[in-house]
């Protein structure tokens, strides 16, 4: 008798992501008509709503390579604790972000989160190429955006410093 059908752990590990982008909804929807549009970006800032699209195709890539790491390993053992830990440590980074910026308005410690979000998922790719190459690439995305989110948050920084 299968308890779990075959394709559960597929769509959860590829779905778990996403939690966060959820859970932050309420708050940058909140927050961008009346804290965020007021704010000075830079001009090759994307538009609102490239945001969305871009991150719910990223977490389902990430989620997705999470599942082939799992798969690869044989589920969760002594084997997947860093790879499996370091992606964890990395999904509670990202989530932390949407609170401390949107939220609480802390434009230079989303920077800092961001940047260690970064570090994390950089760690996390090099610990998946050796199990999973294809899930490392899976990514490769993640990582390029997130450098282009860095930029703009920095340049979002520096530009409203002294902005309540």
Known sequence: MEVVPAWAPAVGFT???????F????ITKREIPAWYETLQKPSWCPPNWVFAPVWGTLYTSMGYGSYLVWKELGGFNEKSVVPLGLYA??????????????????????LVTLLLTTGTATATAASWYNINKTASYLMVPYLAWLSLASALNYRIWKDNRNKK
């Open 89 to 110: 440590g990395n999904l509670a980074l990202n989530w932390a972000w949407t609170p401390i910026f949107f939220g609480a308005h802390k434009m230079g410690w989303g």
């Open 23 to 26: 859970l932050g909804r309420n």
């Open 15 to 21: 779905l778990l992501p996403h939690a966060g982008g």
